[in-house]
């Protein structure tokens, strides 16, 4: 039986209840993964091309905009193809590799704000020992250790996850194999695997959540000690950007990943999956970059315009 599943092709429902709906959502979800793909693959390009940005907090951000092309590459190319066509298919291989990938990316994320939520909160209490405590060594043991731990919640719970009993049972209510469908359409007992899923969001989810509130509590603190309105300004947009993508980030997360073999994975599942794996991503480079002067100076300065003529626009 378990060979006779592991052969076998799964069936990716998604929106096929709703066919009119399916060719609005593949022109929509293809603009937005252009934006997506497009944005941050710009983030890190310039990250790595233009020593400005050779600091703490864009290293991090080019960790994050690694993380959401890993995030829609991995779900989105296989969505469209399956909106375009009558085949709803993956094999199942492609389905392991994509709950790998969401287990192990969305671990990893939550960790990664976490820790850019404590770089902000060394830049804006300690801001004459930044550089002193983010040193580069410092940054790069923290980013490993979001990727490794993510990686390891995910070697750890996607065989557990595959190999739930199914009893013949293939059609995923869902557009992506995600956790929480694939234990919908087990036919045994889950109430381990979900227990276990609870627990480790406890370290992983939860933790880094308390960390990012403890560091925004210090940070509040600070900013109101501030006398002057234009420093309070300066620090507000210092941490604001961060602010909206761990809100967007963690409202779907948690709902999700908190309750996994519930109604979340039906239909309102599929459309706050589709938020945080395409629309999160694809809003981030622009959250980070609307009113960042030195992203938007980098920019310019590829596209080889004068400073000026940023100056200009941005008053």
């Known amino acids: 039986m378990e060979r006779n599943e592991s052969s076998r092709n799964f069936i990716l429902l998604g929106f096929s209840d709703r066919p009119k709906l399916e060719m609005v959502l593949f022109f929509t ?3 937005f993964y252009f934006l997506a793909v497009m944005g941050n693959s710009t ?7 233009d020593p400005r940005l050779h600091r703490p907090m864009y290293f991090f951000l080019c960790n994050l905009s690694l993380l959401d092309l890993c995030y829609t590459s991995s779900s989105i190319p296989q969505m469209l193809v399956n909106l375009w066509g009558p085949q709803k298919t993956i094999t199942y291989m492609g389905c392991v590799i994509q709950l790998f990938a969401f287990l192990s990316v969305g671990g990893i994320e939550c960790i990664l704000l976490s820790v850019m939520a404590y770089d902000r909160f060394v830049a804006v209490c300690k801001p004459l020992h930044y550089m002193t405590i983010m040193h580069p060594q410092l940054c790069l043991r923290l980013a490993a250790c979001a990727w490794l731990t993510g990686i390891a919640n995910s070697i750890l719970m996607s065989p557990l996850t595959m190999s739930l009993k199914r009893c013949g049972h293939h059609h995923i209510n869902h557009f992506v194999c995600e956790m929480p469908a ?3 359409i087990s036919c045994v007992d889950t109430r381990r695997v979900e227990g276990l899923v609870f627990f480790l969001a406890i370290p992983i989810v939860l933790v880094p959540l308390a960390m990012i509130l ?9 900013v109101l000690r501030i006398r002057s309105a234009a420093g309070r300004h300066k ?3 210092t941490c604001s950007s961060h602010m909206i993508v761990v ?3 963690y409202s779907t997360i948690i709902y999700m990943y908190m309750q996994p073999g519930n109604v979340a994975s039906q239909d309102q599942g599929k459309f706050l999956t589709l938020f945080y794996c395409l629309v999160t991503p694809t809003l981030n480079p622009f959250i980070y970059t609307l009113r960042n002067k030195d992203v938007k100076g980098a920019m310019w300065k590829v596209l080889g315009k004068d400073q000026s003529l940023l100056d200009a626009i941005g008053h």
């Open 29 to 31: 979800n293809m603009v």
């Open 235 to 237: 620090a507000f947009n």
């Open 43 to 49: 983030i890190i390009f310039l990250s790595v091309v």
């Open 247 to 249: 809100s967007l980030f």
């Open 182 to 184: 694939i234990i919908h």
């Open 214 to 222: 403890v560091s925004y509590g210090y940070i509040i603190a600070t």
